[in-house]
Every structure is written in structure tokens, then in C-alpha cells.
């Protein structure tokens, strides 16, 4: 039955991966078509073609390779500065800037003229080229809001779980046996000097009363040195006196939910206990926004963890949780996600926030201000409107469409760098995966 749930598991992510880039490239298809840009070709995948169907003037299709996915549009870049675009040049640079000229024009017919993406108006163009991301963004919120407000997330309580035994910082931590973390040379975590049990429930923390796990966690973090705490036990109150110790412990949101980093804050030494609760609308937006600065901060952090990649992938290193994933791992993930002995419906919420995760990376990632994605093309569509708008006020000459042609050298580095990340990525999903244990 696991290896069943895991297949299946693989098989759902697969379908939300295609799901995700068809509606990526509906969000293209359908402004192109609405500003009169001429669409040949809609497809899902890349290489061979397992089956299309012409409808009107544009082939719909999906190809072999679930990888991507894309649609052609008549005249992407302007002819060139003699109004050829068969011209040809010795030059591998210039021969770069010709062949994607030329491609620009395939299956250009009379009538066409008036239907090239070029002549369209920059703020049109950034539409059109913002689209596709923002379908992205669209399904990310709109799956995190059903998880969050249809099922809920779990929320740790104010609920004394477990006690530690000692403090230990969050880098020795995940070092060590975590069946038996502490050595003779640790010192007493100040919960169990001071008597905490599991199941005690805080109500009080410096004469203030306590009301959710937000604000403990941080009157913990920030009130290092001694305290006095009330809580319930048995249905008494209890009050103890918690010595609170400066500690490396792991980053927290504005929730209290713990995220990638670590940082010098005070340290009681136990775990809230959680339960699974629906949020209000305004809580599930407040946790999106948690979602996306997450997903920009990780996006920064991408050139650091090359490093650590290269060691998981090549040396034996260990695969750090926060490593960057590829559609393979994701896909693993996926399959271990419903092979869980958890309930269905937490199964079930673990996978559409893996997709819903998928698709803010998509977004962020295809805004990127560099060609190829749809982020360079938006910049060469404003940076246009920047130079038009200048020389209208100073009263110059129009300097017409901006060529995003002469940038396709830059392009070919910067899609030479993805490929070897995505390969890397790829090996080490392979050999090193990401686990949800992990």
C-alpha cells in the first residue's frame, strides 16, 4: 500500500506540475489574443509532440517532456536597423541576435503586419508577459486560501508539549541523535530547572496574561533573565519562576511559525503542543504574506546554498531540509507526502500547499528582470516606455521599440546557468533527495 500511495502521490504532483504551466501559459495566450497578437502555437511540455489539434489560427498541444511549457507569437523582436531580418553575420554574438530575429518572424503572413507583439504598446506587452506569471500567483493564493480557511494549519498553543532537558543551540542540535540530543556538559534547559510539566498551560508570563502562542513566543525571546510564570496544572494554578537563557535558536514569523535562519534570543526549553485550526480571511492572507516574503528571501538566498547543493550532490554531504529542489524532488516529496500514516485530509492539505508552494516559485522565479523569462521582457517593455516617455518631454525624436533582441547573447548565458543549476538540482534529487523527515 505505501509503494501504491507513493506512485500515486508522484502521479497528483505530476498533474498539478502540467496543470500549473498550462494555466501559465493560458494567462499568455489569453491577453496575446485579446490585444490581436497573432498565436501559432500553445503548448504544455517541450521535444516531440504526443498530440495537438489546430483551433482557428493557433495549434493547441502537449509535448513529450513535462518540463515547461510555452506559446509562439508572431514578431516578438523588431526587425532589424535595415528592416531585414534574413541578414546574416559572421559574428556568434550577432548570429544570436539574427537567429532570434528570425524566429520572431516564422510563419509571418500577409496581414500579419498589424498582429506582431513589437508593434503593440509597451504597458500592452507588459501585460501580456505579466499574465503568465500572475496565473501563477492566482492558483498559489487561491490553493493556500482553500488549505487555510477549508482545512486549517497547525497552530501551536500556548500547551506545554514536552520539556527539554538541556539547551543546546539550534545548529548542535540538528547535529546530534535526536533520540538522545544532550551531553553530560549541556546545561539544565530553565523549563525543567523550574518545574515545568508536559501538559501545563501558560496564563500568565510577567503579570500579563498570555493569550496565544504569538505573544509568548516572543516575551520568551525577548525576556532573557529571570521571569515569573502562572499556569495551569490539574485545573490549579501554578506559579514558577524560569531562569531565561540566551540561546541560538530557530527564526520565527510574525505567528511564531518556525522559518529557515537562526537567531541569539531567549530560550525556556519546551515545545508547545499544536492542533489543527481553520483561519479567518484575514489570518490566511497574513500567512500568504508570510509564504511569499519567505519565498523572495529563499529566491536571494539561491546562490548561497550552491555550495552546500554541490557537497550533498558530489561529497557525501548531507542534504540540508531548506536545500533548493528541483521537479524531481518535488515530485518525491509528493509521493512520501501520501505515503504518510497521517490522517487523509493532512495528507491531502500537505499536497495542495506543495503545489500551491510550486506555483509562488514559479512566479517569483519568471519575474526575475532577465531574458529569457517573462521578468526580461517586462523590463524591456518599460524600459522602452521609459525612453519614449523622455524623449517626448525633451522633445527629441521618438527612438522607437526597444530591440530585447540585442540582449539575447545575455540571454543564452543566463539560460546556460539555469540549465547547469537545473541539472545540478536534478543529480542531487537523485542521489540526495530532500525527505520530509529531513
Not at 143 to 152: D, E, H, N, R, Y
Not at 398 to 412: E, I, Q, S, T
Not at 415 to 434: H, Q, R
Request: charge should be positive; charged fraction near 20%.
Amino acid at each position: 500500500m505505501t509503494a501504491l500511495m507513493t506512485v500515486l502521490g508522484i502521479v497528483v504532483f505530476a498533474v498539478g506540475l502540467m496543470v500549473s504551466i498550462a494555466w501559465h501559459e493560458l494567462g499568455h495566450l489569453s491577453t496575446a489574443k485579446l490585444f490581436k497578437i497573432r498565436v501559432p502555437q500553445y503548448m504544455v511540455g517541450f521535444g516531440p509532440t504526443i498530440w495537438s489539434r489546430k483551433k482557428g489560427e493557433t495549434e493547441y498541444g502537449f509535448k513529450a517532456v513535462p518540463l515547461g511549457g510555452y506559446i509562439r507569437m508572431i514578431g516578438m523582436f523588431p526587425p532589424g536597423e535595415d528592416g531585414r531580418i534574413t541578414a546574416r553575420s559572421t559574428s556568434p554574438w550577432r548570429s544570436m541576435i539574427e537567429d532570434a530575429r528570425s524566429a520572431a518572424f516564422e510563419e509571418l503572413k500577409p496581414g500579419d503586419e498589424t498582429r506582431l507583439f513589437y508593434t503593440r504598446k509597451p504597458w500592452k506587452r507588459v501585460i501580456v508577459m505579466f499574465a503568465g506569471p500572475f496565473m501563477n500567483l492566482i492558483l498559489a493564493f487561491a490553493l493556500a486560501l482553500s488549505v487555510f480557511m477549508g482545512i486549517g494549519i497547525a497552530r501551536q498553543t500556548t500547551v506545554v508539549s514536552s520539556v527539554s532537558d538541556c539547551v543546546i543551540s539550534q545548529a548542535d542540535a540538528a547535529k546530534r541523535d535526536p533520540d538522545n540530543p544532550c551531553l553530560p556538559t549541556d546545561p539544565v534547559a530553565p523549563a525543567k530547572t523550574a518545574g515545568f510539566h508536559k501538559g501545563d498551560k501558560f496564563l500568565e508570563f510577567n503579570g500579563r496574561p498570555v493569550d496565544n502562542w504569538a505573544e509568548l513566543s516572543k516575551d520568551i525571546r525577548n525576556g532573557v533573565g529571570p521571569a515569573v510564570v502562572v499556569v495551569e496544572r490539574d485545573g490549579k494554578q501554578v506559579t514558577l519562576h524560569p531562569q531565561i537563557t540566551r540561546n541560538v535558536v530557530a527564526r520565527t514569523d510574525s505567528h511564531g511559525d518556525v522559518q529557515d535562519g537562526t537567531v541569539t534570543a531567549g530560550f525556556l526549553g519546551f515545545s508547545p503542543a499544536s492542533r489543527i485550526e481553520p483561519l479567518s480571511f484575514t489570518s490566511s492572507v497574513s500567512h500568504m504574506g508570510d509564504m511569499a516574503r519567505q519565498g523572495v528571501d529563499s529566491l536571494l538566498r539561491l546562490p548561497q546554498r550552491i555550495p552546500d547543493l554541490w557537497r550533498a550532490t558530489f561529497e557525501g554531504a548531507p542534504r540540508k531540509a531548506d536545500s533548493p529542489m528541483g521537479v524531481v524532488g518535488a515530485a518525491r516529496v509528493g509521493g512520501e507526502v501520501l505515503s504518510l500514516k497521517e490522517p487523509a485530509i493532512d495528507r491531502i492539505a500537505t499536497m495542495v500547499m506543495l503545489v500551491a508552494g510550486f506555483n509562488l516559485s514559479l512566479f517569483l522565479f519568471n519575474m526575475l528582470p532577465l531574458l529569457p523569462l517573462d521578468g526580461g521582457h517586462v523590463a524591456g517593455a518599460l524600459w522602452e516606455s521609459i525612453r519614449r516617455h523622455t524623449a517626448r518631454v525633451f522633445r527629441k525624436p521618438d527612438p522607437g521599440p526597444f530591440d530585447v533582441a540585442k540582449l539575447m547573447p545575455v540571454a543564452y548565458v543566463v539560460a546556460g546557468i539555469f540549465v547547469s543549476f537545473t541539472l545540478l538540482v536534478l543529480i542531487a534529487d537523485v542521489v540526495n533527495p530532500v525527505k520530509l523527515s529531513s
